[in-house]
């Protein structure tokens, strides 16, 4: 329990990220494992069943029992059909009053049921591709399902996203991590940009964006309710990545007005101009998964090693944020991690820790903090 | 396993994000949980094995265990200032009888609710019949429900097609018709799963596990529709005729299922099926045993909640008589799947409304601002309220979850469906014709509580407030929570045939898990601003004589220990009731608990003002954590 803490999200100048490209069924993987590729490389394609269309021929023919169905049919299981062709055709009366059935679709007959009278219709499979998603080389093939991508370079953490994968090159828009962008500050020149805000954007701001035809946006702050705005309905659960919104958005700090971390907005700063891949899919759950920004470089690593917080835990001197009000947002130093439990204002007891909040010496829950990892 | 009473049983919960271990041993004459450890779940990334996670809990548990036995309440034990020692190699060890330290545990069992649980999508032919009782049969075996999919469901078929593969069950679950129906529907049902090409959730490339426990004439037919493709199993019909329902096989099966398949694939787990004395059980499947078990046997009207970062189960027992007179204590279980204190928190914004919260909210606050907290703590779920402020917020929200959750509880509870003669036919086909709800708020006894926002309120007196605001108890209840949320451990334990094991879990249940919160009082009836509503008499143990009218809209509180029983005579004003009609009084000895009293005229239907000004009076006037001065850390210290 002393190594209690809980993990910041990743702010990093310079690490070996990979990124796992699999197929959602089985497929046929295009690249070769060492291969150099850039982000829009087509890494393996499959097919999806096509839509399926379960028919009652036996009802439609107008017959007495589903079994008669068989007899009936001008196609078999496994035949291709067009769409208005006839399939099936009753016997009649003495030759006369026939009924007949065409295909609804182009595709193939996949099931003929003598029990239900029914047809079952597929449509024509859907291909399917993934790409790299980022610049770098293929370390490894995973045998008909994808391939892992490995690259070096920035890899930030957001802590909620909006919107899949994209690309663009990053462009800072806020002078400053504490500035609120607004609708005069959008221009045409963001066109496909990844675009860089500072504790806010405000949602005429993101509408003129996504008319530009920005390719991502990210900032540290955003109303929750103005969620609403951007996908027409409000946000009940944080997993998110499917939304067809035109762009990604990445929220690097939380909802509201909130300063984007100083370290962040540097990062961002010192590439503008380079390719970034971002992500706004996010899922906090078992499995929880943030949104995520890549910047591909070579530059040297400027650091030192990062600190392995899951061994060491929390120590005197760490960076922390508070990630809870009263104080949330604001930066602070542990002072001290006193072992027993503390009554908290709300009355309950709780592990907490002593932070140095701009001089000041306050008492915060330990799960009420996160560390800044570097 | 021996045939000796077992001493010393380890269980564990793995959840999401949390795996928690219990410690339970024979203390003298009596089972006892001593000591509880925690450590973070270590089926993701990078760790991907969920033994990780058990062994740090287990060795958090050996740490706090030694703690304990050099404590004066173990003096007379056996293993008094002696290290207690359960793990050993990265292996929980079991006790060897040469080993004078007695190391290790005699009984090792599990259950688990990571990886997002057990996913099932289930089929049936009606919405309202067979395709709930299917529902009825995944739910109890502690499956997450994704869909219900039906032939009179109005989705067209394609629409049903795209809905199973988009969903990617980890199992499911088809039933339909009765045995003396000629198969037509439900082969249609199989038919459509076999066109959807499913695939499993866990392990690209494996077969889904079906399970099919409908009409037995259509056996034969849907082996040759669904075996080639699919791990197809067929058990008897979960409702061989419209008036009997046979839950038992299918839920047996989802068990069986769960282990072999599901859990086979996820991280680690192959290993810890090894470890256990019995086989692992979906967490919400082993709450609701261990519900059922004390309902059963104490003869009682049970209802249980478990509110959790994402979901919240409702469980309920109750009796019910048949068309025969006989007496049957039927058990249901719902899971509100986005109703949750974190995970799920902006969804109970989203389905309660701002103002429903706001009205359990007793100061005024930007709406704004409001919304922004609720983001936060969803995208934060991990967090604690710092301030009274937060805890208000995040106990006005509770009061939603479970007040929304209990709805769609009673309204699943139902009798079964199609079965009532004087109906027409076009209604008995109608899901929501017959809507009368089998969990009769005035016959319930006992109310049980559990999840963080309740176990773990700084002060009882808060946990029964909720209990009271969002399940609107009528007439006398027995409030209670679940100490520490080890009510899935017990669950599981009350299975093991070895000798003790069910005698553990239920000594344990009652000495340790449960902690009684209060007696209720709550008279049923429209009140009127300043008319009586009930008479209330009975001498207290803390030498309270209560022996007065109390008028509309209050809600107080009294001292009451659980461990007295106190005679009282309870008169309803006319037109109220409090069990026995209106106007008609009730003699009975009660007990209370840790917050002792509570007396509720606030009438039923309760409807609270959203006048702000009114409100936060009205709240200030009803908070019973006012005058409440808990006795010990257990009451909220």
């Known amino acids: ?374 | 396993m021996s045939n000796q009473e077992v001493q010393t049983i380890i269980a564990t919960d793995c959840g999401s994000t949390t795996t928690k271990a219990i410690l339970i041993e024979k203390v003298g004459n009596e089972y006892r949980q001593l000591v509880r450890g925690e450590a973070p779940t270590t089926v993701e990334a990078p760790f991907e094995d969920v033994t990780k996670g058990v062994l740090n809990a287990i060795m958090e548990l050996e740490e706090l265990a030694t703690e304990y036995y050099k404590t004066d309440a173990a003096k007379e034990s056996k293993f008094y200032n002696k290290p207690r020692v359960f793990v050993k190699n990265e292996q929980i060890i079991r006790k060897d009888p040469n080993d004078k330290n007695e190391d290790g545990c005699d009984i090792y069992i599990s259950t688990s609710s990571a990886g997002g649980g057990l996913q099932m999508m289930v089929f049936g032919v009606v919405k309202g019949m067979t395709a709930e009782s299917a529902q009825r049969a995944a739910l109890g075996a502690g499956a997450i429900v994704m869909d219900v999919l039906a032939i009179n469901d109005g989705r067209l078929p394609h629409e049903k097609i795209e809905r199973i593969r988009a969903l990617r069950p980890d199992m499911i679950l088809i039933a339909g018709e009765t045995d003396q129906a000629k198969p037509k529907h439900v082969i249609g049902m199989a038919e459509l799963v076999k066109s959807a090409r499913p695939t499993a959730r866990l392990g690209i490339g494996f077969a889904l596990p079906v399970i099919y426990a409908g009409n037995q004439r259509a056996n034969d037919d849907i082996r040759t529709i669904l075996e080639k493709d699919t791990a197809l199993s067929l058990v008897p019909n979960l409702r061989p005729t419209l008036e009997r329902e046979n839950l038992r096989p299918a839920s047996d099966k989802i068990h069986d299922l769960f282990m072999e398949h599901v859990m086979q694939q996820a991280p680690g787990y192959d290993k810890l099926m090894k470890w256990t004395d019995a086989p692992i059980m979906p967490t919400p499947g082993a709450v609701g045993l261990i519900i059922n078990k004390i309902a059963v046997m104490q003869n009682k009207n049970v209802v249980g909640v478990d509110i959790g970062g994402a979901t919240t189960d409702v469980f309920s027992t109750f009796k019910l008589e048949d068309r025969d007179g006989v007496v049957h204590q039927k058990f249901n279980r719902t899971v509100s799947a986005n109703l949750g204190m974190s995970y799920s928190v902006s969804n109970v914004l989203l389905e309660a409304g701002l103002d429903n919260i706001m009205r359990w909210v007793p100061f005024d606050m930007d709406e704004q601002e409001l919304r922004n907290r609720i983001g936060n703590k969803m995208i934060r779920p991990t967090t604690i309220p710092q301030s009274k402020e937060d805890l208000d917020i995040e106990q006005a929200i509770a009061r939603e979850a479970l007040r929304l959750s209990f709805i769609q509880h009673r309204s699943f509870a139902v009798g079964l469906k199609g079965i009532q003669q004087e109906k027409g036919i076009s209604e008995a086909f109608d899901a929501d014709s017959s809507n009368d709800s089998i969990v009769n708020m005035m016959k319930l006894d006992l109310l049980v509580g559990s999840g963080g926002v309740l176990s773990h309120a700084p002060l009882r007196s808060q946990s029964a407030h909720m209990l009271v605001d969002s399940f609107l108890p009528e007439g006398i209840t027995q409030l209670a929570v679940d100490s520490i949320f080890m009510m899935p451990q017990l669950g599981v334990l009350s299975e093991v045939k070895a000798p003790g094991c069910d005698k553990a879990a239920m000594e344990v249940f009652d000495k340790d898990c449960l902690i009684y919160l209060a007696i209720s009082i709550c008279p049923v009836g429209h009140v009127k601003e300043g008319k009586p509503v009930v008479k209330i008499k009975a001498d207290l143990p803390d030498g309270t004589k209560l022996n007065e009218w109390i008028n509309a809209n209050q809600l107080l509180r009294y001292d009451m220990p659980h461990d007295t029983e106190v005679e009282f005579e309870i008169e309803p004003a006319s037109g109220f009731d409090v069990g026995e009609g209106k106007g008609k009084k009730v003699t009975r000895k009660l007990r209370g608990g840790v917050v002792g009293l509570v007396i509720d005229t606030r009438g039923r239907p309760f409807n609270i003002t959203k006048d702000m000004k009114n409100r936060v009076e009205m709240l200030n006037k009803w908070d019973i954590s006012k005058n409440y001065k808990p006795k010990s850390h257990k009451d909220g210290v």
Not at chain 1, 52 to 75: D, R, T
Not at chain 1, 253 to 262: C, L, S, V
């Open chain 1, 1 to 374: 329990m002393a190594h209690a803490y809980t993990p910041g999200l990743k702010v990093a100048a310079k690490i070996v990220i990979e990124k796992t490209r699999k197929l959602p069924l089985l497929g046929q993987v295009l690249v070769k494992k060492g291969d150099k590729i850039p982000s829009n490389t087509i890494v393996a394609k499959t097919e999806l069943p096509g839509k399926v269309y379960p028919i009652n021929v036996a009802g439609q023919l107008g017959l007495g029992k589903a079994n008669e169905l068989i007899e009936c049919m001008l196609k078999k299981e496994g035949d291709p059909v067009k769409a208005g062709e006839i399939v099936a055709m009753s016997k009649g009366f003495f030759g006369f009053f026939k009924s007949e059935y065409k295909a609804p679709i182009d595709g193939t007959i996949t099931q003929i049921s003598q029990i239900t009278g029914q047809v079952i219709f597929n449509a024509a499979a859907i291909p399917v591709e993934i790409d790299a998603y980022v610049d770098g080389d293929v370390k490894d093939e995973i045998p008909s399902e994808g391939v892992i991508m490995r690259t070096e370079g920035v890899h930030i953490q957001g802590i909620i996203g909006l919107g899949g994968e994209s690309y663009g090159n990053i462009m800072i828009v806020a002078k400053s991590p504490d500035q609120i962008v607004d609708i005069s500050m959008i221009n045409d020149t963001m066109k496909e940009k990844v675009i860089v805000c500072g504790s806010k954007i405000t949602t005429e701001a993101l509408t003129k964006a996504k008319n530009v035809g920005v390719a991502g946006v990210i900032t540290g702050g955003f109303d929750y309710q103005d969620i609403k705005d951007i996908l027409g309905h409000d946000l009940g659960v944080a997993i998110t990545g499917h939304e067809d919104i035109g762009y990604t958005l990445i929220l690097t700090e939380g909802f509201g007005t909130i300063p984007m971390a100083d370290r962040t907005y540097k990062l961002l700063k010192k590439y503008e101009g380079f390719k970034a891949s971002i992500n706004g899919a996010t899922q906090i759950r078992a499995g929880v998964m943030r949104p995520e920004i890549i910047i591909t470089h070579n530059e040297p690593q400027e650091e030192k090693s990062l600190k392995n917080y899951a061994e060491s835990g929390l120590e005197k001197g760490d960076q922390i944020r508070i990630i809870r009000s009263p104080y949330f947002g604001k930066l602070g130093k542990v002072i001290s991690l006193p072992v027993e439990l503390h009554k908290v204002e709300s009355g309950t007891w709780v592990r907490v820790m002593t932070v140095d909040l701009d001089g000041k010496e306050v008492l915060i829950p330990r799960a009420n903090v996160e560390v800044i990892e570097k």
